[in-house]
């Protein structure tokens, strides 16, 4: 009964006649179903049909109908079976990279390295001697063990950055047992090579950038780590690879990153190499810009407060952080980066000459929290 009360405001709120709420009701119960009810930034007991009715009805009446527009053929929602699949891509992706440098090493086709014996035992030391940590809890690095059973060890994941003195002794100690266990013999048992996993990059800033001339970001925070620690040559090869492997990226992001690592290992006084890679990278023609129907442009804009701003997102994000223009949902969180009005909520002005209140449609569970709010 409620349900059908649902769609009937719905309805009356789109100016739908019976054979277009027909049509569209039956796409909607379908994605609903399947994908934006599972959202997990709803409260318990809110559901995606009753943000829809209040996102929607705060547009007047002539700008719904753009504002559905959005969600019916730009909303890009990922949700967790999706998630999983793209993380289930990780290991094969970096396990074609090791056979692609071993081909390269021995100077031989890649496709000659099956059945070639030395190219074969060469491959199995490398997928042993690899090392996967979660460059954040988006990593899902237990769905990575799960996927991966059999094929990594439980010592070969690891789930935070900020690995411990006795727990870098742990790993390097489930190596030893591996290669003693399959015979592996005349090998250092230490890691040749370091994937670094996350599960979203748009604008490639919080992974690595320079600062006034500083560099910061997970990657140098990590290696400025494992240099401070003495790991190279101790636990890593002094010449390993560091793979930095997110299982969502955008063109925009990937291009940044490439360059940016080019630069920033420069700097180093070291032979580790960097590698950066992808399980699937959203296409530039998903982009929300300027470049976009004006009718949507003018959506965008004319609904945002600037209020739901802080002094990590910058001004002027209606178009996302960093303007990157993303029509991206995933099931956990909707990223910054996305248009400000499928996530941004702020409160309600006391002043009828202040801007537009914005309600947000998947709401965004921030990851600072001002001073003075709880977690």
Known sequence: MKAQLGKRLFAELMGWDHAQATEEFAWLRTVVEYKYDHYQGYNPGSRFFVNLLSWMAQFNPADRAVAYDLIRTRLIFISQREMHHLVGLTVPRLRRDNRRAIADELG?????????????????????????????????????????????????????????????KKINEGLV???????IENVPPIFERICLVDDFTASGSSLIRKDKGKWKGKVPTFISQMIEAKRFGKHVTEDCVIQIHHYIGTAKSRGLIEDLLKEYSATLDLKISFNATYSMVLDKAVVVDNTATAD????????????????????????????????????????????????????????????????????????????????
């Open 296 to 375: 949507l442009v003018r959506l965008l804009e004319h609904y945002y407060d600037e209020s739901c701003e802080d002094e990590h997102t910058g001004k002027d994000i209606w178009f996302g952080y960093k303007q990157c223009g993303l029509p991206v949902v995933l099931d956990h969180n909707t990223p910054n980066n996305s248009v400000a009005l499928l996530w941004a909520s702020v409160s309600p002005k006391t002043s009828e000459e202040e801007r537009h209140v914005m309600k947000p449609l998947f709401p965004r569970k921030k990851r600072h929290v001002e001073h003075g709010q709880s977690i």
């Open 177 to 183: 047992e591996r290669f003693e266990k399959e015979h």
């Open 108 to 168: 031989i086709p890649m496709c000659a390295t099956w059945g070639h014996a030395e190219a074969e035992r060469r491959v199995k030391i490398m997928n042993r001697r690899t090392v996967f940590i979660g460059l954040s809890d988006g990593a899902k690095t237990d769905v990575l063990r799960r996927l991966n059973e059999g094929d990594i060890s439980n010592e070969q994941i690891v789930a935070a950055t900020e690995i411990s003195p006795d727990k870098w």
